[in-house]
């Protein structure tokens, strides 16, 4: 038998896209110590834009074999976020094993620099179709399921690119940005059931995306996160558990009353 804590999240299941790798990889195995049961979904293979991701099907049994560890079940299903039968078939294959869906963490997304004058039609379209439609197409099917349970919470993966504007960011800034009216609407159209929506906005976070980033413009990561952020505390970027314990505070009970705000956790930078 395996060990494990008691958690705030016994008997509860987490749904978490973009599980394979940084802050998706690092909330599953963090709500799963906590007592949860985890959905993880996962593209599984590298897109053609950006060229840096590279996530993999090893990368969702390595996580598998982590949360069964910690004595708690997981379904790992690989899709696209943009393509409404893959989500419809992780809802499926989640609901045959668990009775409900009581988080979702919509954390699948990408990040690429470009002057809003040189980006092609393709890099807008999927930077937009990533972050945005596919939080909305994995959030409407979510929505359906935490509606017959009448509960649950959603928290947005935004960033502090959702608050402010960003050089060379256009087309990342305008889908975070998105997501603040996505998550706002959503949470006016959800608090009768007593389902809260969050949109979280960190930093600069140290996962394979930021040294991805340094890839693409030839550079390092140390410069990455200056240039694009600038924190006012003397660190360079935050650390993925940074996010899962803002993840688990939004998610718990204690935050029962936060709902349609964007929860900041940005090292001082937007006060700069």
């Known amino acids: 038998m395996s060990h494990h804590r008691i958690g705030n999240f016994q008997g509860k299941v987490a749904f978490i896209t973009g599980a394979a790798k940084g802050q998706g990889y690092a909330s599953a195995i963090a709500f799963a110590e906590e007592g949860a049961d985890i959905i993880a979904f996962d593209l599984g293979k590298k897109i053609s834009y950006p060229a840096y991701n590279n996530a993999q099907s090893s990368d969702l049994l390595k996580l598998k074999e982590t949360v069964e560890a910690l004595g708690r079940k997981i379904v790992i299903v690989e899709g696209d976020v943009r393509n409404e039968a893959d989500i419809e078939k992780a809802l499926r294959l989640g609901l045959s094993e668990f009775s409900s869906i009581d988080i979702l963490f919509s954390n699948a997304g990408i990040a690429a620099y470009g002057y809003s004058d040189e980006l092609t039609e393709e890099q807008w379209d999927s930077m937009l179709d990533i972050n945005l439609k596919g939080s909305w197409l994995v959030s409407k099917h979510v929505i359906k399921q935490m ?95 940074d996010v899962t314990n803002a993840l688990l505070y939004i998610a718990s009970d204690k935050a029962r009353f936060m709902t349609g705000n964007q929860f900041i956790l940005d090292a001082g930078l937007l006060t700069r």
């Open 147 to 241: 509606k017959k349970q009448q509960s649950g919470v959603i928290i947005y993966n935004s960033s502090i690119a959702g608050l402010r504007g960003m050089n060379r960011m256009s087309h990342y800034s305008a889908s975070k940005f998105a997501l603040v009216g996505l998550a706002k609407s959503q949470a006016i159209e959800l608090a009768p059931y007593g389902i809260r929506v969050v949109s979280l906005h960190p930093t600069g976070v140290n996962t394979p995306m930021n040294d991805g980033l340094a890839q693409l413009e030839g550079t390092t990561v140390e410069e990455i996160a200056v240039r694009s952020a600038g924190n006012l505390l003397p660190v360079p970027w935050i650390e993925t558990e």
